[in-house]
């Protein structure tokens, strides 16, 4: 299976600050149809986990522009610029280019 | 909107099965897979397999092979999961999820305990 690498473990920031959360696959995420099934999800506190950006770059429904996703082959970044206390909560990258779809152990996401 | 809604959370013995619900709507159940996931305590997200409803075609986690069972009703627009021969190993949070994760539901948890 597919290893899933997120780090930091845990990141304590400051409501307005901007972070950047990064995720390394054990391979290259490129699918035979050219698109990199690489996504990120949040799970805020007793939440289900919720999509905030699909397919390395795209944002999710309703998701707000502070939310970014970069990267390409086995390297990817999430950045939150102007972090807001609802961002809280535990960040999760997951690949479904390769079966079956593995998830990163999670990036924490805490106040300071 | 498009919503997954679960069964409740559930007490069982070891040996024993539990079989969960994930009922959907404000889409066309038959038009994408749904998911399951599984998440253990205070740890990350383990994929179990999927369903797609229009035809009952599955995939499984080979982790999970034999320990889940998925089936839907189309007629109520619902997926199950029944999971078998129950350990402590078994006790998580269970998710349904649609597709490429783009909808969750809210999640059963399973203690297995006698």
């Known amino acids: 299976d597919v290893v899933m690498t997120q780090t930091p473990p845990s990141l304590s920031v400051a409501i307005g600050q901007s972070v950047s959360i990064s995720c390394k696959s054990s391979q290259s995420l490129v699918y035979s149809d050219g698109k990199t099934y690489l996504h990120w999800l949040l799970q805020s506190p007793g939440q289900s986990p919720k999509l905030l950006i699909y397919?390395?770059?795209n944002l999710g429904s309703g998701v707000p522009d502070r939310f970014s996703g970069t990267g390409s082959q086995k390297d990817f970044t999430l950045k939150i610029s102007r972090v807001e206390a609802e961002d809280l909560g535990v960040y999760y990258c997951?690949?479904?280019?390769?079966?079956?779809?593995?998830f990163g152990g999670g990036t924490k996401l805490e106040l300071k | 909107q498009v919503k997954l809604l679960q069964s409740g959370a559930a007490l069982v013995k070891p040996g024993a099965s539990v079989k969960m619900s994930c009922k959907a709507s404000g889409y066309t159940f038959t038009d994408y897979w749904v998911s399951w996931v599984k998440q253990s305590h205070g740890k990350s997200l383990e994929w179990i397999g999927e369903?797609?409803?229009?035809?009952?075609?599955?995939n499984f986690n080979e982790k999970f092979k034999g320990k889940a069972t998925l089936t839907v009703d189309k007629s109520t627009s619902t997926a199950y999961m029944e999971l078998s021969r129950l350990t402590s190993e078994d006790s998580a949070i269970y998710y349904c999820t649609r597709s490429v994760f783009d909808y969750w539901g809210q999640g059963v948890m399973v203690t297995v305990s006698s």
């Open positions: 397919q390395v770059s």
């Open positions: 369903i797609y409803p229009n035809s009952g075609a599955t």
């Open positions: 997951v690949q479904a280019t390769h079966f079956p779809p593995t």
